[in-house]
């Protein structure tokens, strides 16, 4: 698949040109709001093309397109793809507001083509193996839950994730939208319930970069989320808890295909073997097996606009100070 990049970011170069290419995609282009921006990372990222106009990629016979421009941009430019024929891959959060996501969402449907989100923490082969223990019934009847993924902001990331909320930053949007796609995937709900706090502790200016928050499922399990931009030294990790046992995830919710899974029982104390797949290269083959009509488990558009619900109830429950039913939309 021949591929334009909407957007010359950091998790572009990072992770997202090498994975292309690893699955034997070519990234054909880029585009940047700054033209001097994305000849630099064309060239440092050898892409044959670079543009500041997303209408310039039209006539290179591109298959789809990976957008991780700020998050406001985000629905531009997939109504744009959406229109051309393009296949989706976006970064989460969709969107600033539920409406732009829907209409992302609609707008690929009505096209025919593939959208998917950038949920990348689902395909870590810990996240994995907790969903299908978790459909054998080996924990029981499921009664909690907790999420910590606090982690420290680096200074190259910092930038409009932490002083522009137009453009969609803030420490929730950023994370909770990961912790709700990464406990929809494993239990195979979204919380119908939310009750927040948030904080600024010396990172942000006029947003959060420090948020808790509980969510309550209809089945009757609740969850403890914790984000953060501000905690170098912290540890990320998911626990599930239920009757007859509990998973520890430790080290799971970060980029790199690491970490470890226990499970805990009457029976003892079961390290889960894990795959080291990179994350990124397992989205794109799933985004391939979704191309093709097969089985996947891409996160796609409705995960990617069910867990920015999710992040936007956490805002709204924070603001009023009270519990807030999430709108799904």
């Given at each position: 698949?021949?591929?334009?990049?909407?957007?010359?970011?950091?998790?572009?170069?990072?992770?997202?040109?090498?994975?292309?290419?690893?699955?034997?995609?070519?990234?054909?282009?880029?585009?940047?709001?700054?033209?001097?921006?994305?000849?630099?990372?064309?060239?440092?990222?050898?892409?044959?093309?670079?543009?500041?106009?997303?209408?310039?990629?039209?006539?290179?016979?591109?298959?789809?397109?990976?957008?991780?421009?700020?998050?406001?941009?985000?629905?531009?430019?997939?109504?744009?793809?959406?229109?051309?024929?393009?296949?989706?891959?976006?970064?989460?959060?969709?969107?600033?507001?539920?409406?732009?996501?829907?209409?992302m969402v609609r707008a690929c449907a009505q096209a025919?083509?593939?959208?998917?989100?950038?949920?990348?923490?689902?395909?870590?082969?810990?996240?994995?193996?907790?969903?299908?223990?978790?459909?054998?019934?080996?924990?029981?009847?499921?009664?909690?839950?907790?999420?910590?993924?606090?982690?420290?902001?680096?200074?190259?990331?910092?930038?409009?994730?932490?002083?522009?909320?137009?453009?969609?930053?803030g420490v929730v949007l950023d994370i909770a939208v990961?912790?709700?796609?990464?406990?929809?995937?494993?239990?195979?709900?979204?919380?119908?319930?939310?009750?927040?706090?948030?904080?600024?502790?010396?990172?942000?200016?006029?947003?959060?970069?420090?948020?808790?928050?509980?969510?309550?499922?209809?089945?009757?399990?609740?969850?403890?989320?914790?984000?953060?931009?501000?905690?170098?030294?912290?540890?990320?990790?998911?626990?599930?808890?239920?009757?007859?046992?509990?998973?520890?995830?430790?080290?799971?919710?970060?980029?790199?295909?690491?970490?470890?899974?226990?499970?805990?029982?009457?029976?003892?104390?079961?390290?889960?073997?894990?795959?080291?797949?990179?994350?990124?290269?397992?989205?794109?083959?799933?985004?391939?097996?979704?191309?093709?009509?097969?089985?996947?488990?891409?996160?796609?558009?409705?995960?990617?606009?069910?867990?920015?619900?999710?992040?936007?109830?956490?805002?709204?429950?924070?603001?009023?100070?009270?519990?807030?039913?999430?709108?799904?939309?």
């Open positions: 698949m021949r591929w334009g990049l909407i957007g010359a970011s950091n998790i572009a170069g990072e992770w997202m040109v090498g994975a292309l290419r690893a699955v034997g995609d070519e990234p054909v282009a880029v585009v940047s709001g700054s033209l001097d921006r994305a000849r630099a990372f064309a060239q440092q990222h050898g892409l044959a093309h670079a543009f500041a106009r997303e209408d310039a990629l039209d006539a290179l016979g591109l298959d789809a397109v990976y957008v991780s421009s700020t998050n406001e941009r985000h629905e531009a430019s997939v109504l744009h793809a959406a229109a051309q024929g393009w296949h989706v891959l976006c970064e989460k959060p969709l969107a600033t507001t539920l409406g732009a996501a829907q209409r025919g083509v593939v959208m998917g989100t950038n949920h990348h923490l689902r395909h870590n082969a810990a996240h994995r193996r907790m969903r299908e223990l978790l459909a054998q019934g080996r924990l029981g009847r499921l009664v909690a839950a907790r999420v910590h993924h606090a982690v420290y902001l680096r200074p190259v990331l910092q930038g409009w994730r932490i002083d522009n909320p137009a453009a969609g930053g990961h912790n709700a796609d990464s406990l929809g995937f494993v239990l195979g709900e979204y919380p119908v319930q939310v009750q927040a706090q948030v904080s600024s502790t010396g990172m942000a200016r006029g947003l959060e970069d420090h948020a808790m928050s509980l969510w309550r499922y209809a089945s009757g399990l609740t969850a403890f989320t914790h984000q953060a931009f501000t905690t170098p030294h912290a540890r990320t990790g998911i626990e599930i808890h239920g009757t007859e046992g509990t998973l520890e995830g430790d080290g799971i919710l970060n980029q790199r295909a690491d970490g470890s899974l226990l499970l805990r029982s009457a029976a003892g104390v079961e390290p889960q073997a894990l795959d080291r797949a990179n994350l990124y290269e397992r989205c794109l083959q799933q985004f391939h097996a979704a191309v093709r009509g097969e089985p996947n488990t891409l996160a796609d558009g409705l995960a990617g606009q069910r867990s920015l619900a999710v992040a936007l109830a956490v805002l709204e429950s924070a603001r009023r100070g009270a519990p807030v039913d999430v709108d799904y939309g």
